[in-house]
């Protein structure tokens, strides 16, 4: 009887070894997908799941993601706990470069910021002359207005487009300068679901994708002004700085997203009929992935 019950545990004892030999023989496997961190306007416009979901089916790397704001996607990157970016502010990506976070950087896609707000448009947002101008009104009027105050890309524009208007927002008053530290959809909905609305700034392509739910805020100012434009980048990781990254296969990734066969995908994608980003990659450029 003794000897069967030790029989019995020697054989738990077997089978409870060789399972844990099996759990860290695969987690010692080397990772196959890629981590990238990306902004929320990728995500919020819908590109992202079908883009990655074609690169996949060429050329079997998945590709899991992050969506949050430019900077946190930049820390992400500083960190090493990601393989690769696709964000949208150059003033903070030069920074990224130049420390030498980055391996590379292509030029993808753009569109553009736009002013949406409500309806009655208080502040008279519809008849500005310039993007700066239509800040301006908001600040003169005190409209309520909503900051994504997420060091993203759009916060970065913002920050930017008040500072060009002599204007400093840490004496903006609360009453009307709110902050939501959230993405840009949930910002949209927060500044549609007040009442009344207010405004924001957000990506035209965010704005298209989401317009038919946000029913009391419209587009009041977009122009093709250059200050406008919201231009995309994609930056591999740089394996010297942060080894463990998977910098060939984040490479692989960004030299599809500015081929024909990438190029053409983001030129084809569109959301109630509106094309949401224009490709843009120009070879040449010092910094491109080779």
């Known amino acids: 009887m003794h000897f069967s019950r030790a ?41 992202l799941p079908p883009l990655l979901r074609e690169f996949t089916d060429d050329t ?3 590709v899991r993601y992050l969506a949050v704001g430019t900077g946190q996607a930049l820390d992400a990157g500083r960190r090493g706990d990601v393989d690769v970016v ?18 590379c950087r292509d030029m ?22 310039s993007a700066i101008d239509a800040l301006s009104r908001i600040y003169e009027n005190r409209s309520l207005f909503f900051s994504r105050a997420d060091a993203s890309g759009t916060n970065t524009k913002e920050l930017d487009l008040w500072s060009a208007a002599g204007l400093d927002v840490s004496t903006f008053e609360p009453s009307w300068y709110k902050k939501t ?22 990506d035209d392509g965010t704005w298209y994708a989401l317009e038919v739910s946000l029913q009391y805020l419209r587009l009041l100012y977009h122009t093709d002004e250059g200050i ?5 980048s994609v930056i ?24 024909p066969r990438g190029q053409g995908l983001i030129a084809a994608y569109r959301v109630h009929g509106h094309a949401i ?3 843009d990659f120009t070879p040449g450029d010092p910094q491109e992935c080779r």
Request: no cysteine.
């Open 7 to 47: 029989w019995r545990y020697l054989a738990v004892l077997v089978v409870a070894v060789a399972l844990t030999l099996t759990v860290v023989a695969v987690l010692s496997l080397p990772r196959a997908y890629l981590l990238m961190a990306t902004t929320t306007s990728t995500r919020d416009t819908g590109l």
């Open 277 to 279: 980003f224009t490709p």
């Open 60 to 62: 079997g790397i998945e």
């Open 86 to 103: 696709m964000v949208h502010a150059p003033r903070l990506e030069d920074g990224f470069m130049r420390t030498g976070d980055g391996l």
């Open 181 to 202: 530290t959230q993405g840009m959809g949930a910002t949209l909905t927060i500044a549609n679901n007040q009442n009344p609305a207010g405004y924001t700034l957000s």
């Open 228 to 232: 406008l434009r919201n231009q995309y």
């Open 236 to 259: 591999p990781v740089n394996a010297t700085a942060h080894p463990g990254v998977l910098s060939g296969k984040a490479v692989e990734f960004a030299k599809w997203l500015v081929s």
């Open 108 to 129: 993808i896609m753009y569109n553009r910021f736009v002013v949406v707000g409500p309806e009655t448009d208080p502040a008279g947002v519809a008849n500005a002359t």
